[in-house]
């Protein structure tokens, strides 16, 4: 059983910044991939970054490239979202993802595919 437990949402301003952060506990292997989604109200749950935990690479939505940024700590079993110049188009709940298994190409963008995922923290950006 792997437990995700984000914290960091909240409410803020426009142009506004918040870091959200995710922690890992449960069965002691390494997660390949740790990824963050959204899902604003009555909209599907949609990709928002992820990273590859052993060549570090990282993906991102093009609605948030260049605004968010994804990192990892040294010990591994944490990832958190740090997010700039929000937009009231970023309010959602997000949520917090990990599969052991390497996502190949295009399936890391698909929620269908990811195993683990965190209760979700509440993100509202007011205009």
């Known amino acids: 059983q792997v437990q995700l437990v984000e914290s960091g949402g909240g409410l803020v301003q426009a142009g506004g910044s918040l870091r959200l952060s995710c922690v890992a506990s449960?069965?002691?292997?390494?997660?390949?991939?740790m990824g963050w989604f959204r899902q604003a109200p009555g909209k599907e749950r949609d990709f928002v970054a992820a990273?590859?935990?052993?060549?570090?690479?990282?993906y991102y939505a093009d609605s948030v490239k260049g605004r968010f940024t994804i990192s990892r700590d040294n010990a591994g079993n944490s990832v958190s979202l740090q997010m700039n110049s929000l937009k009231s188009e970023d309010t959602a709940v997000y949520y917090c993802?990990?599969?052991?298994?390497?996502?190949?190409?295009?399936?890391?963008?698909?929620?269908?595919?990811?195993?683990?995922w965190g209760q979700g923290t509440q993100v509202t950006v007011s205009s």
């Open positions: 990273m590859n935990w052993y060549d570090a690479n990282t």
């Open positions: 449960g069965r002691s292997f390494t997660m390949y991939h």
């Open positions: 993802a990990a599969d052991p298994r390497y996502l190949r190409g295009n399936r890391v963008f698909d929620d269908n595919d990811w195993d683990y």
